[in-house]
């Protein structure tokens, strides 16, 4: 367990304690929000401004080493789904099943600053032979919610990532929710047995089936109309973007996603997957945020 040195104090509002599997996260506790970060994976599980919950995190989610937690904010890097190769395992790379270290945190009053970082390790380089550190900020206030993702590249190799800031959204009703802001855009439907394109998408984004779409080449603001909420899904420095809803199927085949729950979430994720891969020369570093606000 990581837990911050002696000589490092976290502001009022912010502590680590034990969360769900025995796992370490920061529990964040200040008048704008409240907001939980599992040092495993880096994974924001939680954000809750003036009481309200944005994230979605399934019942049957497994908190346990080596295994993704289902729902909040798992981190893809080095690669998305199965890589630019199409062989990487695990899936969505290994940065989501590792634990991170925790640097400190930092509050203004109005926002907290969680800050967490990776770095390769014997265990990353056996499945990705290339030295990287990796640092997380998460801001967490009443209006937003900002992740910023920052790769830097310590080898003497140019090297070849993918990242997705894979985020859950809680929705009332998947069947009437709908995901604006990306019309125009090209992607790829990733369905299994769908024609995968690249499609030019042309009006909103609605749900009557499995949804798997990877956006490309557009930093395009999302919104989720949820009834009266809207949800909005900035980035910087991100070209690609995931819309996926698993259905009825899908749901009942994984095993930490509760048969029932795929009607109360959709995600939208910040990323640069695919034809998006980014490529960092040694010393380069490169900066992905999503801005969410409700
Ligand atoms: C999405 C992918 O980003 O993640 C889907 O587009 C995938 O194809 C989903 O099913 C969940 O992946 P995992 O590895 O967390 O089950």
Redesign the pocket.
Known sequence: MTVPSSDQTLPDGVWVTTGRGGLPVVRVDVPACTGEVYLHGAHVTSWRPLGAEVLWVSEAAVYQPGK?I?GGV?ICFPWF?DGPGGTSTP??GFARTTEWGLVGATTDGQWVEVILALSDSPATRELWPHSFTCDYRVRMGENELALLLTVTNTGDEPFLYEE?L?TYFGVTDIRSTQVDGLVGASYLD?VPGADRGPHVLDGPITFAGEV?R?FQGTGATAVIRDGDRAVTIARDGSDSA?V?N?WID?AAA?GDFGDDEWSGMV?V?TANAKADALTLEPGAQHTMTAYISV
């Open positions: 993704a289902r798992p789904a899936a969505h997705a894979h990733m798997d990877t995931i996926w698993p899908k994984m995600c994720e």
